[in-house]
């Protein structure tokens, strides 16, 4: 099983990929920027989207879909979010991450949350 570091938005149970102090949030057993870590962090959406889209990650990686589903809700494409989720909880290949506050967490599980926090709120915003 891979293990990689994790960092979750504290307002939110979402990831990215990374192991650094808090001032500079990298990805940790990837290409560095391949998940749009830093500018996740920094809440540069569209950095954060080129810089997914462009790596080399496998479009089924859990933890870049999940990303790229934090990425597509904070720009107000939730529908294409919940799919991004979906999709990475679907995964066959979950493995644990470490939260931004120590905690190991399964894909899995990640990708659980965030579709437990979104789902009801954009099924409703959308009656």
Not at 18 to 44: C, F, S
Not at 63 to 78: C, F, H, Q, S, W
Not at 92 to 109: I, R
Request: hydrophobic residues 45%; proline residues 3%; glycine residues 6%.
């Amino acid at each position: 099983m891979r293990v990689s570091a994790v960092f979750i938005l504290a307002a939110a149970t979402l990831s990215a990929c990374a192991t650094a102090p808090k001032a500079q949030l990298v990805e940790n057993g990837y290409e560095r920027g391949a998940l749009g870590v830093a500018a996740i962090a920094r809440g540069d959406w569209q950095a954060a989207e080129e810089s997914i889209e462009k790596s080399r990650v496998a479009q089924s990686d859990p933890a870049r879909l999940i990303n790229l589903g934090k990425v597509y809700m904070e720009t107000d494409r939730p529908g294409m979010a919940l799919s991004a989720w979906r999709l990475a909880l679907a995964s066959p290949n979950h493995f644990m991450v470490e939260t931004a506050d120590g905690q190991w967490v399964s894909t899995k599980t990640v990708a659980e949350r965030a579709l437990a926090k979104h789902e009801g709120a954009v099924r409703s915003a959308t009656r």
